[in-house]
């Protein structure tokens, strides 16, 4: 059994063997194809990029994805939605506080009406008793189709 499982994962089109042949084809092509001093130049930058990448607004917001990920069974889509997209609005700039609150809590409604009632989707209600109420409570304002 373990035999066939490694001639498994070395023969098949999505195992382990071509993904290695492919990446050290990769990597003798980049050492072939550049000078040396272009290579050193590549990497001496390297890690002055990942903290450069780190700080910026690209990983914050893959950051605020994650995390509502993280939310979103056990506090329900309706609050998830609401933080995630007040918080990505304050990271792409939005300062008007009142206007990102309105806007997030019409855009989060309108998404969970939009699937919950019409497409049917079964968006997570969270575990927290008054979100889940508040989240059945939509859904009966809209007539089902």
Do not use: W
Not at 56 to 72: P, R
Not at 98 to 115: A, D, H, R, W
């Amino acid at each position: 059994m373990a035999l066939e499982l490694i001639v498994n994962l070395l023969l098949i089109p999505g195992g382990i063997l071509p993904f290695v042949n492919v990446l050290a084809f990769n990597v003798i092509r980049f050492f072939k194809i550049n000078k040396k001093e272009d290579i050193e130049a590549a990497f001496k930058d390297f890690f002055p990029a990942i903290g450069r990448f780190v700080k910026s607004k690209l990983f914050l917001g893959m950051v605020l994805v994650v995390i509502m990920a993280l939310m979103y069974e056990p506090v329900g889509f309706m609050l998830t939605c609401l933080l995630f997209l007040f918080a990505y609005g304050l990271l792409l700039g939005q300062r008007n506080i009142p206007m990102l609150i309105l806007s997030s809590v019409i855009i989060t409604i309108i998404l969970y009406i939009g699937f919950a009632v019409f497409l049917g989707v079964l968006l997570p209600r969270g575990q927290i008793l008054p979100l889940r109420n508040f989240a059945l409570f939509v859904e009966s304002l809209v007539p089902h189709f």
